[in-house]
């Protein structure tokens, strides 16, 4: 299967910039698995889809503001991008310029609140930062740093919130899992009083889900790793709706990555934690997953490779083809789409 298979025409007026002022009030595209009929409704609707018993699963990844402008030791300017935290200070980073971030170098944020110095060299450039500050981290990041937004995302963000889900819980993203974004905890509360199951796992978001595939062949491309976790509470939600026989719904592809990394071929989950690389495309027969929500996805991306694994390629290309005809908005801050 080839890269090029997957590529659909994206006009840049489409890539949303700024988030709706209400959550709830995005579009949202309904893709009926079995009558291969679309609907076209708002994200509010969401609740006419889900039945008393299904467990809806959500990432409670919460993203840090990893990105730090700064100045080198010599007065250079400097930015990183936090991407993995290695111990208690240290943190695998993407350095701009990095050549001029050597080994040994001292890097200063917030007129030297925090402290870096260059300890190795990762992989692909990247670099090992060990930071020294006084006081909390999470307060220290929370005043220096700014949110990561992707790259398509050129208009500032005015309340940082915003590129959160209502849910986040668990510090370590350098990307929202922005399927969860159009959820607020109204709509959460409506949700589980019709009866359906909530349950959280813990994803975070690595810029490499969001890198694009650079080869021909689909098969030749490396996912790289992102940590995951479930604990035990949330795994019995999970296997008693699936036990009972309701729709297991991932909200989002994280929540889908971690759910298909865990489940054995019973589709049954357990406590776990991990590191993931799992690549879904096309063929892979899901474990465990029944529906999913998820946003609209970069052409030729991972992302959309893995929807089209849960429905089937050319239905996915045509609804992404109506999606642009309907005007609906792309990416992170965009609107939605429900594979039932």
Same mark, same amino acid.
Request: net charge negative.
């Given at each position: 299967?080839?890269?090029?298979?997957?590529?659909?025409? %994206?006009?840049?007026? %489409?890539?949303?910039?700024?988030?709706?002022?209400?959550?709830?009030? &995005?579009?949202?595209?309904?893709?009926? !698995?079995?009558?291969?009929?679309?609907?076209?409704?708002?994200?509010?609707?969401?609740?006419?889809?889900?039945?008393?018993?299904?467990?809806?699963?959500? +990432?409670?990844?919460?993203?840090?503001?990893?990105?730090?402008?700064?100045?080198?030791?010599?007065?250079?300017? @400097?930015?990183?991008?936090?991407?993995?935290?290695?111990?208690? #200070?240290?943190?695998?980073?993407?350095?701009?310029?990095?050549? $001029?971030?050597?080994?040994?170098?001292?890097?200063?944020?917030?007129?030297?609140?925090? @402290?870096?110095?260059?300890?190795?060299? /990762?992989?692909?450039? +990247?670099?090992?930062?060990?930071?020294?500050?006084?006081?909390?981290?999470?307060?220290?990041?929370?005043?220096?740093?700014?949110?990561?937004?992707?790259?398509?995302?050129?208009? #500032? %963000?005015?309340?940082?919130? !915003?590129?959160?889900?209502?849910?986040?819980? +668990?510090?370590?993203?350098?990307?929202?899992?922005?399927?969860?974004?159009?959820?607020?905890?109204?709509? %959460?509360?409506?949700?589980?009083?019709?009866?359906?199951?909530?349950?959280?796992?813990?994803?975070?978001?690595?810029?490499?889900?969001?890198?694009? @595939?650079?080869?021909?062949?689909?098969?030749?491309?490396?996912?790289?790793?992102?940590?995951?976790?479930?604990?035990?509470? $949330? /795994?019995? =939600?999970?296997?008693?709706?699936?036990?009972?026989?309701? $729709?297991?719904?991932?909200?989002?592809?994280?929540?889908?990555?971690?759910?298909?990394?865990?489940?054995?071929? $019973?589709?049954?989950?357990?406590?776990? &934690?991990?590191?993931?690389? =799992?690549?879904?495309?096309?063929?892979?027969?899901?474990?465990?997953?029944? #529906?999913?929500?998820?946003?609209?996805?970069?052409?030729? &991306?991972?992302?959309?490779?893995?929807?089209? /694994?849960?429905? +089937?390629?050319?239905?996915?290309?045509?609804?992404?083809?109506?999606?642009?005809?309907?005007?609906?908005?792309?990416?992170?801050?965009?609107?939605?789409?429900?594979?039932?």
């Amino acid at each position: 299967m080839q890269t090029s298979d997957f590529y659909f025409e %994206l006009p840049d007026k %489409l890539i949303a910039q700024t988030p709706l002022a209400d959550r709830t009030a &995005s579009k949202l595209m309904v893709l009926d !698995r079995e009558t291969n009929k679309v609907w076209h409704k708002h994200f509010y609707d969401i609740l006419e889809h889900l039945k008393a018993g299904d467990c809806l699963v959500l +990432n409670d990844t919460k993203v840090v503001p990893a990105r730090l402008y700064g100045h080198r030791q010599t007065g250079g300017k @400097v930015e990183i991008l936090l991407l993995k935290r290695v111990d208690e #200070k240290s943190f695998e980073a993407l350095v701009k310029p990095g050549k $001029n971030a050597r080994l040994g170098d001292l890097l200063t944020f917030g007129e030297g609140m925090l @402290v870096g110095e260059v300890m190795a060299i /990762a992989d692909e450039g +990247n670099r090992i930062i060990k930071f020294e500050y006084d006081g909390i981290w999470e307060e220290v990041l929370d005043k220096l740093g700014q949110m990561p937004l992707p790259p398509y995302i050129t208009e #500032k %963000l005015e309340d940082k919130h !915003r590129y959160q889900t209502v849910y986040a819980k +668990n510090d370590g993203s350098a990307a929202a899992p922005t399927a969860g974004l159009h959820f607020t905890q109204e709509l %959460l509360a409506k949700i589980e009083s019709k009866g359906v199951k909530i349950a959280y796992v813990t994803l975070h978001v690595g810029l490499g889900t969001f890198r694009p @595939v650079k080869v021909d062949d689909v098969a030749q491309h490396k996912m790289h790793s992102e940590h995951y976790h479930l604990d035990a509470k $949330n /795994a019995a =939600i999970i296997n008693q709706a699936k036990s009972e026989g309701k $729709n297991i719904i991932a909200v989002g592809t994280t929540s889908t990555r971690v759910l298909e990394s865990i489940a054995d071929a $019973n589709g049954r989950v357990r406590e776990a &934690s991990g590191d993931t690389e =799992i690549f879904i495309t096309p063929g892979y027969k899901f474990k465990i997953v029944d #529906k999913l929500i998820t946003n609209f996805h970069l052409p030729e &991306s991972t992302l959309i490779m893995l929807v089209s /694994a849960l429905y +089937n390629r050319e239905k996915v290309l045509e609804a992404y083809e109506e999606a642009v005809e309907e005007e609906y908005r792309f990416f992170s801050f965009g609107d939605a789409m429900l594979i039932e």
